[in-house]
């Protein structure tokens, strides 16, 4: 495969760059008036602290009554200084933080959209849609934890510890002795919860794809009575969500105890040393308790933000985790690209001729195994034989949706490689067999892909497809919404409006993967019909699995095992006897035995 798989580096150091850079940068603005806010809050809580100093000194010990007024007024204002400080702070952090997600969100949505076929079927929609739902939330919290932590916390820390050392350098060396114990359990910490937390996201992803599946799918699973099986699945996986989420909760609660103990110890080193030096110089140094008092105060106040600091690093490493998952979708490599010189794709004839094509889906098997074929310009080229062949392959190389592994696909003499993809994407149309409705309008879903449309083109491509009558029975016509995945319509319904859209879209070459699920009489004639118009004057490919369709076909291509095994058309092929003629025979069996037809063999 042409893909190559590109290890990137995912570590601390390069996700905080990256995040800052891609993520932060463009607020920086307003994260530096955060951080403004949080200086502010930091320094009015060290003043807090140092407040004591005279409050216990002027007011307490010496009764000075011409202190009072002015440290209350001071009090009052550092309290009110704060309080504006931590407001602005937690508004500008939440603004920040939720537009890094939404600049995340629509970053990553644009890559998926701009990623190859390929890609979706080697991710699962689910991890792809927890992405973007979990992931991005789990980052806002790193990147507003982190944030916090390295502008209010740490500056907080940094004031009341120097406040502590001014007051009483002897006690507070003391009591930092005991703190450097407490990092390295902590750092070990931070290390499980990263690696826990990035299998809690696999497993959420993979919740995500199971019950999509199961929702989606929900008629199979009735009909084949598959229920208890899917809630066991289900249930299974759930379980251990629960067994990761747990062991996180467990991992992340162990940092809180270590420091717990850590500040038990501390406090009480510095109320028996202090204490004792306090009691013993209350005759030399009357102003030593109030410098207690406000260390004593600073150190309490310090262990809050020292506590968010050492759990820090484990919030930080789950975010890192989700951030490296999104940076993963972000960096993902697009196989199929357009070149920077591409020309447009012009289309006089609209011949199209696959020459010399390999390809293989895995590196392993081949899909298609050196296939030369031509479909001439305005004809219809059906493609038949076994499932597995190889025909559906050939529909989607011709999009681009893969890239042939060795030769070429031509469309009028141009190599689908060296033409622009929209121009190529524009003169192709694709009515496949899942037929995909959005949720919108019915208008809207004819219009996909071409917003322009008027009206009237609308209403005339739905007349062609013989869909405007059962449109206009429908409750608001035009304006119906058509329901999630279009299930309040029939099938046959389905499948004229794929005709529609395509009837609008108008391109030069259809490719066609008729439905092989039996519609009654009535709509079958009607999607025959539909079709028949839409094949009017434009090259198409169609893997046919109706008879009708076979033996209407200008050319039929036969294709066994990734190779055309015979060409021809429907007479010279039964002439030949091969392959074709079996299969034909085989046909015609099960016709007359069940007096109905039926569809082709895929
Ligand atoms: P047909 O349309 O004739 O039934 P396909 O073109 O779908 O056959 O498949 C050709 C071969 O490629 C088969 O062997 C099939 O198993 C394989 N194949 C098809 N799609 C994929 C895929 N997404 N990944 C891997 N192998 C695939």
Redesign the pocket.
């Known amino acids: 495969m042409s893909k190559k798989k590109i290890s990137l580096d995912y570590s601390t150091s390069v996700l905080m760059r990256r995040l800052m850079k891609e993520g932060i940068r463009p607020y920086i603005g307003m994260v530096l008036l955060a951080v403004t806010c949080m200086a502010v809050s930091a320094g009015s809580t060290a003043m807090y602290a140092w407040l004591m100093d005279p409050i216990i000194n002027k007011i307490f010990v010496a009764r000075k009554a011409e202190y009072l007024w002015p440290l209350a007024v001071t009090i009052i204002t550092t309290f009110a200084a704060k309080g504006v400080a931590d407001y602005g702070e937690a508004v500008l952090l939440s603004r920040v933080g939720l537009r890094v997600i939404s600049d995340m969100q629509n970053r990553l949505f644009a890559r998926l959209m701009d990623l190859d076929v390929a890609y979706f079927?080697a991710n699962q929609s689910g991890k792809l849609m927890s992405r973007l739902t979990n992931d991005v939330n789990a980052m806002r919290f790193a990147v507003s934890n982190a944030l916090t932590g390295a502008g209010k916390d740490a500056s907080s820390v940094l004031f009341l510890v120097g406040l502590m050392f001014y007051q009483d350098w002897v006690l507070s060396a003391l009591t930092f002795f005991v703190f450097p114990l407490a990092v390295l359990p902590i750092r070990k910490l931070g290390r499980r919860m990263r690696k826990v937390t990035a299998n809690t996201q696999e497993q959420t992803g993979l919740l995500a794809t199971y019950l999509n599946q199961a929702i989606q799918g929900i008629r199979v699973v009735k009909a084949y009575g598959m229920e208890d099986y899917e809630k066991s699945k289900v249930r299974s996986l759930v379980e251990s969500l629960y067994d990761l989420t747990y062991k996180a909760a467990r991992v992340r609660s162990a940092s809180s105890p270590i420091m717990e103990m850590l500040g038990g110890v501390a406090i009480t080193v510095v109320i028996v040393y202090g204490g004792s030096q306090v009691i013993s110089s209350a005759d030399t140094d009357p102003d030593r308790a109030g410098a207690f008092f406000s260390f004593i105060t600073a150190l309490m106040l310090a262990y809050k933000p020292m506590k968010a600091l050492a759990s820090l690093n484990t919030n930080l490493q789950e975010g890192l985790a989700a951030a490296a998952r999104c940076f993963e979708v972000i960096d993902a490599h697009a196989g199929i690209a357009e070149r920077p010189d591409a020309a447009e794709l012009v289309v006089r004839e609209g011949n199209v001729r696959l020459e010399g094509v390999f390809f293989t889906?895995?590196g392993i098997?081949a899909?298609l195994d050196g296939v030369t074929l031509d479909v001439p310009g305005g004809k219809t080229v059906a493609l038949v034989?076994?499932?597995?062949?190889?025909?559906?392959?050939?529909l989607?190389l011709l999009p681009r949706f893969y890239d042939v592994t060795d030769g070429r696909v031509l469309v009028d003499g141009q190599d689908a490689r060296e033409v622009s993809l929209t121009s190529l994407r524009a003169k192709i149309a694709l009515v496949s067999q899942e037929i995909t409705l959005f949720d919108d309008t019915i208008r809207a879903n004819i219009a996909y892909g071409r917003f322009g449309a008027t009206e009237a083109e609308i209403e005339d491509a739905a007349r062609m497809a013989a869909a405007h009558d059962f449109i206009m029975g429908l409750p608001n016509g035009y304006d119906t919404i058509v329901g999630e995945r279009g299930l309040n319509l029939s099938g046959g319904q389905r499948q004229r409006l794929a005709i529609a859209r395509a009837m609008l879209k108008n391109a030069p070459i259809l490719l066609l993967d008729e439905a092989t699920s039996a519609l009654d009489t009535e709509s079958e004639r009607q999607v025959q019909f539909a079709l028949e118009q839409l094949m009017k004057g434009r090259t198409t490919i169609v893997?046919a699995h109706r008879l009708s369709t076979v033996v209407g076909a200008d050319l039929i291509h036969v294709?066994d095992r990734?190779r055309v095994v015979e060409t021809g058309d429907h007479n010279a092929l039964m002439e030949q006897g091969g392959l074709y003629a079996r299969l034909y025979a085989m046909q015609f069996a099960e016709e007359t035995q069940r007096a109905e037809p039926q569809g082709w063999p895929?």
Do not use: V
């Open positions: 079927h889906y895995d098997k899909a034989g076994p499932s597995g062949a190889g025909k559906t392959t050939i989607n893997i294709m990734g895929a």
